[in-house]
């Protein structure tokens, strides 16, 4: 039975382990570490886990997440979600960046073979970066066109709400069944949108936890020896996690 979490979120409860031996019921053999690297890659590891995490959930938002309140259409929860969700994959591929540039850096002072494992490092990381770059793109014109929207059917569904309001000078304008056509054309519209993001961010997070299982794979016993740790529970949890290819350095 595959278990539910990520080789990275297993690398941050290993390097807990050895920050905190005590809380482990077999002994662990401290001797030798460096307990302040461990305390700065143990906190880059948990931003890269939290981003994931939370870009992972955007499954269950764009699906569920919606408001009681009359006063906020679903049309706009939708586009509060849009905007987050590009905002936070982003924060996500920045903190993957983060990580192996910090991991780059430590490795080009210490590294016998400096030139050849950075260089890889940079190629594995340029691949796996690449799947960002639409997401990228959407954030950057999503932030600054004239336009705050992406979607068309998005404001579609949010124009013709406003449209059919309470309150709106159009309402006393439309002939007979006009209200009631528009507003299930809001809904479709909206349906249609909905259904989009849903399907995107189950896609982006299959995506996504490969290329980043794959990543950390290609650099897996580089970064243990580094740490100067043993995989003490990815040795016993191997098994039942997915099997995947390492990213290759081409």
Not at 11 to 36: A, C, Q, S, T, W
Request: glycine letters at 2%; hydrophobic letters at 35%; one cysteine or more.
């Amino acid at each position: 039975m595959n278990i539910d979490m990520s080789r990275f979120g297993i690398l941050g409860f290993e390097i807990y382990i050895y920050l905190n031996p005590k809380i482990m019921n077999e002994e662990i053999n401290v001797d030798g570490i460096d307990r302040k690297k461990l305390e700065r890659y143990s906190t880059s590891i948990h931003i890269l886990n939290e981003a994931f995490a939370k870009v992972k959930r955007y499954e269950e938002y764009f699906e569920h997440f919606y408001s009681s309140s009359d006063n906020i259409p679903d049309s706009e929860a939708l586009h509060h979600h849009i905007h987050s969700y590009l905002e936070d994959i982003y924060l996500l591929s920045e903190a993957i960046k983060k990580l192996f540039g910090e991991l780059k850096n430590d490795l080009q002072q210490v590294a016998p073979n400096k030139e050849k494992v950075c260089n890889s490092l940079d190629k594995c990381l340029s691949r796996i970066l690449a799947m960002f770059d639409k997401a990228r793109d959407h954030r950057r014109k999503h932030r600054h066109a004239l336009s705050r929207f992406l979607d068309y059917d998005l404001v579609r569904s949010s124009s013709i709400q406003n449209m059919i309001k309470a309150g709106s000078p159009f309402l006393e304008r439309f002939k007979a069944g006009a209200e009631e056509y528009l507003a299930d054309e809001a809904s479709r519209s909206f349906a249609e949108s909905k259904e989009h993001w849903c399907n995107l961010s189950k896609q982006n997070n299959a995506n996504i936890s490969e290329q980043m299982e794959r990543l950390f794979l290609s650099f897996e016993d580089l970064m243990y020896q580094f740490l100067g740790i043993e995989p003490i529970l990815m040795s016993k949890l191997k098994d039942q996690l997915p099997c995947y290819k390492p990213v290759h350095a081409q």
